[in-house]
Every structure is written in structure tokens, then in C-alpha cells.
């Protein structure tokens, strides 16, 4: 059975920087998209960034561009998302996920089969 578990959640302050690690297991996801989802209190469960195997440059979204960066380890299967310039707006719980194909669409949630239990990010004003 397939299982993705993320780390490296934890409270910050504003201007402050965090990694996030998505360790998977049972199968390998290296030919495969893999994606960071947030989902704040309240609000709907948004895409943060998005890796496929295929492009070399992956997708951020607006509000992260320039201040996230989203990689991958293939021989270690595991997935990483460098979260830096933190705001209070990005406290959310963050989830890892992952595709069976690393083609189709990337923004939605049912473009992914896989995905972890979340961990949480607080950045404190």
C-alpha cells in the first residue's frame, strides 16, 4: 500500500523559512507528478506547487512564486518543498501528493491518488 508522509511542519516567524519533506513508500513515484496542496481554516484546499518528471521547470502558484521551491530526491522518493520569506498568510496545513501519471491536468485535487496526512505550518505576525 502507497503511503506519503510529510514533515517538517512547525510555527515560524513572519520572514522566516521552513522545509517540508514527503517521504513515500510502497511504491516509487519518481515518473510521476508530484504536488504540495495547503488547506487553511475555512478555506478550500489550494495547489502550492507542482513537479512532474517530465518538465524541468515546475508550476508555483502566484502567491508563492519566487519565495517557495519545490524539488525531489527520485532515489530517495521523497519530495520537498523549501518554504522561505514565510507570511502569515501561508499558515495552513500542507499536504503532499502524487499522480499515477505525470501527464493531465496538475491544478485539481482529483489529478492526484495519493496523499498525505498533512502537517501544519503557523507563522506568527
Known amino acids: 500500500q502507497a503511503q506519503l508522509v510529510e514533515s517538517g511542519g512547525g510555527l515560524v516567524q513572519a520572514g522566516g523559512s521552513l522545509r517540508l519533506a514527503c517521504a513515500a513508500s510502497g511504491r516509487a513515484f519518481g515518473a510521476y507528478k508530484m504536488a504540495w496542496f495547503r488547506q487553511a481554516p475555512g478555506k478550500e484546499r489550494e495547489l502550492v506547487a507542482v513537479i512532474k518528471w517530465s518538465e524541468r521547470t515546475p508550476y508555483y502558484s502566484d502567491s508563492v512564486r519566487g519565495r517557495f521551491t519545490i524539488s525531489r530526491d527520485n532515489a530517495k522518493n521523497t519530495l520537498y518543498l523549501q518554504m522561505n520569506s514565510l507570511k502569515p498568510e501561508d499558515t495552513a496545513v500542507y499536504y503532499c501528493?502524487?499522480?499515477?501519471?505525470?501527464?493531465?491536468?496538475?491544478?485539481?485535487?482529483?489529478?492526484?491518488?495519493?496523499w498525505g496526512q498533512g502537517t501544519q505550518v503557523t507563522v506568527s505576525s
Open positions: 501528493a502524487a499522480g499515477l501519471t505525470d501527464s493531465g491536468s496538475i491544478a485539481y485535487i482529483r489529478d492526484y491518488s495519493y
